[in-house]
């Protein structure tokens, strides 16, 4: 009977030796698991942080680059000059994105400086202008150069009141729908109406300074 008692005692305290270690062990386990959890939320919100970070950063750019030349005639002229670009490269894509690009910054032209009278004809101008850059947005490339046409007058008509900082080029294609001109800041012929076409048709009609 004593040995039953005897063995029955090891067998207790055993078992429970065995559960105080594995509750130990489970409890270790969790406190792991939660400081390695802990430590994926913290490196979480590390990253999350430096991604908003990122992102102001990023913002604060685009918003810098999108008030830059605001109102500016050069900026018009430079949208304008990029769009001619597209169509001698006979992109039609990026000419349709840069059509919409340049009728915003029409819309944004800062005519406030000018007497009445070149404010009123300046308005006139832009509104056509913008007309035929929103064509060009939407269309073919065949049609984007049919307003490309009346949109490069409208710039000279716009260049007339307002001036240049820079020498312009006027050109003229005698091939293009019976004439046409543009404007371009180099003397080299490039023609945005024919594109690869006919690239080095024209000549130069007039230096606007």
Not at 165 to 185: E, H, I, R, V
Request: glycine share 6%; proline share 1%.
């Amino acid at each position: 009977m004593s040995k039953l008692k005897l063995v029955l005692g090891i067998v207790t305290i055993a078992f429970v030796t065995l559960t105080v270690v594995s509750c130990k062990d489970a409890k270790t386990d969790k406190n792991n698991s939660t400081e390695h959890h802990s430590e994926m939320n913290a490196d979480g919100d590390h990253s999350k942080m430096n991604h908003d970070n990122s992102d102001g950063h990023h913002d604060g750019e685009k918003k810098e680059m999108a008030m830059s030349g605001d109102g500016n005639p050069q900026a018009v002229l430079n949208d304008y000059f990029n769009l001619k670009d597209a169509l001698v490269a006979d992109d039609n894509a990026k000419a349709k994105e840069l059509g919409a690009i340049l009728a915003t910054s029409l819309g944004k032209l800062d005519i406030s400086k000018y007497t009445g009278a070149q404010k009123s004809d300046l308005k006139d101008i832009v509104e056509d202008a913008v007309e035929h850059a929103e064509h060009i947005s939407e269309s073919d490339i065949a049609h984007q150069r049919e307003h490309f046409k009346i949109l490069s007058k409208d710039m000279t008509d716009m260049v007339a009141i307002t001036g240049t900082k820079n020498t312009l080029y006027q050109q003229f294609c005698p091939m293009y729908d019976g004439g046409s001109a543009w404007l371009s800041m180099s003397e080299d012929i490039k023609n945005p109406y024919y594109g690869s076409k006919m690239l080095t048709c024209g000549k130069v009609q007039k230096e606007i300074n």
